[in-house]
T-cell receptor, first 113, second 111 residues
Framework: KAGVTQTPRYLIKTRGQQVTLSCSPISGHRSVSWYQQTPGQGLQFLFE???????NKGNFPGRFSGRQFSNSRSEMNVSTLELGDSALYLCASSSGQVTGELFFGEGSRLTVL | DAKTTQPTSMDCAEGRAANLPCNHSTISGNEYVYWYRQIHSQGPQYIIHGLKNNETNEMASLIITEDRKSSTLILPHATLRDTAVYYCIVRVGGSQGNLIFGKGTKLSVKP
């Protein structure tokens, strides 16, 4: 079956702009999580959505937001971009079951100039 | 979630078994041990998980000590493609969305 699809794969923005990233989970998966990966901080959890509801949230400012649609596809938005937002943004889907493992996409690499 | 401690890096000869240790001395009775790996510039990949019994799948084996305070991930015949950062994560069963990734172990498989 198809894996987790993230779009766009690469993008360049300037400070102050906003960006929207998209994630299509594996068919049948209802949980979508977002992570930010930078060389300095490693992989950090942003938020998780399950059945259109935010179920968990990491320690990121309110500029980072997300949503999930009825078909389980998810988007995350970063407003008022800062240089430090340059990172690989990873999306992961899961069945949401007790020990359901995460399946990650290839990520969206954001560069903020 | 309990914290984990892993060596920063390890080397392994191609074709030999790679044994990656993980300490999780504060693990609770309902916390699972998960292993993921990340090959350069790719998203992390699930490897295996366990609660108290040893587990084996097509990728690896997971050995958990009887007191559950440590575990070892075993790649039985390491190949160059197994070169990656390996993350050991302890997590309560339930929502797996918000995994806490540490620094992991950088495994280098050498010819």
């Amino acid at each position: 079956k198809a894996g987790v699809t993230q779009t766009p794969r690469y993008l360049i923005k300037t400070r102050g702009q906003q960006v929207t990233l998209s994630c299509s989970p594996i068919s049948g998966h209802r949980s979508v999580s977002w992570y930010q990966q930078t060389p300095g901080q490693g992989l950090q959890f942003l938020f998780e959505y399950f059945s259109e509801t935010q179920r968990n949230k990491g320690n990121f400012p309110g500029r980072f937001s997300g949503r999930q649609f009825s078909n389980s596809r998810s988007e995350m938005n970063v407003s008022t971009l800062e240089l430090g937002d340059s990172a690989l943004y990873l999306c992961a889907s899961s069945s949401g079951q007790v020990t359901g493992e995460l399946f990650f996409g290839e990520g969206s690499r954001l560069t903020v100039l | 979630d309990a914290k984990t401690t892993q060596p920063t890096s390890m080397d392994c000869a191609e074709g030999r078994a790679a044994n990656l240790p993980c300490n999780h001395s504060t693990i609770s009775g309902n916390e699972y041990v998960y292993w993921y790996r990340q090959i350069h510039s790719q998203g992390p990949q699930y490897i295996i998980h366990g609660l108290k019994n040893n587990e084996t799948n097509e990728m690896a084996s997971l050995i958990i000590t009887e007191d559950r305070k440590s575990s070892t991930l075993i790649l039985p015949h390491a190949t160059l493609r197994d070169t990656a950062v390996y993350y050991c994560i302890v997590r309560v069963g339930g929502s797996q969305g918000n995994l806490i990734f540490g620094k992991g172990t950088k495994l280098s498989v050498k010819p």
